[in-house]
């Protein structure tokens, strides 16, 4: 592999786009092939790359045809859920890195392929990732590494919110959006799973969840726009994981962390309130009731310069700094920060919703990851009702 990584970026929509800008903050990294089934999206996406003064990338129809033209040392996956499995496959065995954007796949036995792929070919030295950019987030950070201290004492309850809004020409703007077959689910799988992924990571591994679905404010889906669930998980510790996209004009993504020791609070990637009694600052049988805000000095531990883009001006900054560890990953031999399993995990989470909403019952999280609903065909759950416009 030479010294600047040669990257080939497949899929280039709304999201191939975003991946193709956080690539051109770094000097290391050189996109060199665009792969779409619609030439003219792939020509498109080259035109604007050589507008902002890099070299105009090849375009191509598929990935063996990129990988037989040009020499690629990472393929990026910014195309339909429902493919990600089968080309990540072709890439790992073609000996390249792979990065896959969320969510991992639709179908957990496929992603479960993949994890067994992708540690076999780490063991080669190839590596892969998901996109889970929000970990890279300043204040999703200092609550991890919290969490990692043992600062909150016993974590006792999470609440996980996404209360975001899509009308419906969101769904009707492309064929595959609100299919079970490919976009795997619908508020949940899709805008949720960062969030799942986050719950997830603070938590710990989950042990039962129960849920409902709903369509409620959509029409011409087959998925849920509203999805609700409580999540048990090894340590005791209790969730409520809510999301949608029937939340007009759309709310916030909000996470809240509550222990025997401290609570914390995220509200759209930004930490609002962080309290560890550690700190030494007063406690009170009753509570503080909201007092005893530390975030300032908790923040003042993660310095803006570290978290900030290269350009702070430039859009995505969670991809920018997620693509820091995979790039550094890479070249240092070593796994990255989000592996494909912590992915089949968050996957294994969201399919276990979808699940008990479909049996109208509680779920155990391991027999949804072993295979024993394998061949349900989840719907969206009883409690349904088609929308409006």
Known sequence: MSAV?????????????????????????????????????????ADLMEESGRP?????????????????????????????????????????????????????????????????????????????QHRFDRGSVAVANAVAKGRFGRLTSAI?????????GYYDSGDWRGKWAMDGGGALMNQGVHTVDLLLWFMGRPVEIHAHTALLAHERIEVEDTAVATVTFENGGLAVLHATTAAYPGLTVRVQLMGSEGSAVLDNDQLQYFH??????????????????????????????????????????????QYRDILDAISEGRQPGVTISDAVNALATVR???????????????????????????????SSTAGVS
């Open 5 to 45: 990584l040669k990257v080939a970026i497949t899929g280039c929509g709304v999201i191939g786009r975003m991946h193709a800008v956080a690539l051109q903050q770094f000097p290391e990294a050189d996109v060199v092939a665009l792969i779409d089934t619609v030439p003219a999206a792939a020509d498109s996406l």
């Open 56 to 132: 105009k990338p090849s375009t191509h129809l598929t990935i063996g045809d990129a990988l037989a033209a040009a020499d690629i040392d990472l393929v990026v996956l910014a195309t339909p859920s429902g493919l990600h499995i089968q080309q990540a496959l072709e890439v790992l065995g073609a000996g390249k890195h792979v990065v896959i954007e969320k969510p991992l796949d639709v179908d957990l036995s496929r992603a479960q392929e993949i994890e067994a792929a992708a540690k076999e070919a780490a063991g080669r030295g190839v590596f892969a990732s998901v996109i889970s």
């Open 160 to 168: 996980a919110s996404v209360a975001w809004w899509r009308g419906q």
């Open 276 to 321: 560890a009694r550690d700190a030494g600052t007063a406690s009170a049988d009753m509570g503080l009731q909201g007092g005893g805000n530390q975030t300032i000095e908790e923040l003042s531990k993660y310095p803006d310069e570290d978290y900030e883009a290269m350009d702070p001006t430039v859009y995505p900054g969670g991809h920018i700094r």
């Open 352 to 382: 276990a919703v979808y699940v008990s909403a479909t049996l109208n019952q509680a779920v155990l999280f391991n027999e949804v990851l072993s295979g024993r609903y394998n061949d349900l065909e989840v719907r969206t759950g009883p």
